[in-house]
């Protein structure tokens, strides 16, 4: 069996095993873990196909989309974050497993360049560069219209999660800069001896 067939049924498999980790997990913890290494692994066999952009957006954009929607919903179920905490411990193997197969997945794409000669035509042909000029050039209205629909969804998000909170001192400007000397600053006059 070739390198490049190996690491094919590596990620293909991780991919499918961690897809059954998102759907069949009670956690939403492990289920966002799992949901992360389905994304790593499948840019991984985007790699080997030879779109390394579709890759990096799979990585960039889902990958961090996946961790903001998991903050957004961490912010609207007023989730215990002292309990959190204490549980820390018990998901530490779980993350760090996830992440030793991220590393070794990202080893695995980076050093497939040099186990595998790319076939003639994906040498020829740069297809980060053709879909970057296609994207800011042909298609440059609607990708601005997209990045502005994105950015109203999440100032909503934030807006509709955001609390006020009762205990928080907060500062009065006005106030602030409206003191004056008299207001701030008592003299005393204290006997030699008296003070602390």
Known sequence: MMV??????????LTVLSALGVVGSRNPVHSVLSLVLAFFSTAGLFVLMGAEFLAAILVMV????????????????????????????RYLPLGLAVGVVMLVELGLMLGHHHL??????????DNTLAIGQALFTRYIYPFEVASLI????????????????????????????ARTREDAVELRKVASGEGA
């Open 62 to 89: 889902y990958m961090g989309a996946v961790a903001i929607l998991f903050l957004f919903v961490v912010m609207m179920l007023d989730v215990d974050f002292a309990q959190l905490r204490r549980e820390r411990v």
């Open 4 to 13: 490049a067939e190996f690491v094919f049924y590596l990620f293909a498999a």
């Open 116 to 125: 595998v000669e790319p076939p003639v035509a994906a040498v020829a042909v």
């Open 150 to 177: 994105l950015l109203v969804a999440l100032v909503g998000a934030v807006a509709l999660t955001h609390r006020e909170r009762k205990r928080l001192h907060r500062q009065e400007i006005s106030q602030q800069l």
